[in-house]
């Protein structure tokens, strides 16, 4: 069973840095496309990144592109999104997602960003 489990959300002020971490398991995690997807009050999702784990191509959205980071660990199953010079536009749930774009990917529970002074 695919498991993707995020931390390391919290309150941040504008400006401010976070590091998300994504512990994913129950599947060949060094050989998977891996996505940051999130979701603001009242909107849909929105896909902002991904990577490729098993050539470390990465992928950004225009609204993170030179703010936000993507890298895979393959050795410890995690993925993680450094996030710099945050916004308060970046305020969401953000999820690590297996498989985005397709019918069956599968996201992980979420974990919430807030950035506000």
């Known amino acids: 069973e695919v498991q993707l489990v995020e931390s390391g959300g919290g309150l941040v002020q504008p400006g401010g840095s976070l590091r998300l971490s994504c512990a994913a398991s129950g599947f060949p995690f060094s050989s998977s496309t891996m996505s940051w997807v999130r979701q603001a009050p009242g909107k849909g999702l929105e896909w902002i990144s991904s990577i490729h784990t098993y050539i470390s191509n990465q992928y950004y959205a225009e609204s993170v592109k030179g703010r936000f980071t993507i890298s895979a660990d393959n050795a410890k199953n995690t993925l993680y999104l450094q996030m710099n010079s945050l916004k308060s536009e970046d305020t969401a749930v953000y999820y690590c997602?297996?498989?985005?774009?397709?019918?069956?990917?599968?996201r992980g529970q979420g974990t919430q960003v807030t950035v506000s002074s």
């Open positions: 997602a297996k498989d985005w774009g397709y019918s069956d990917y599968v």
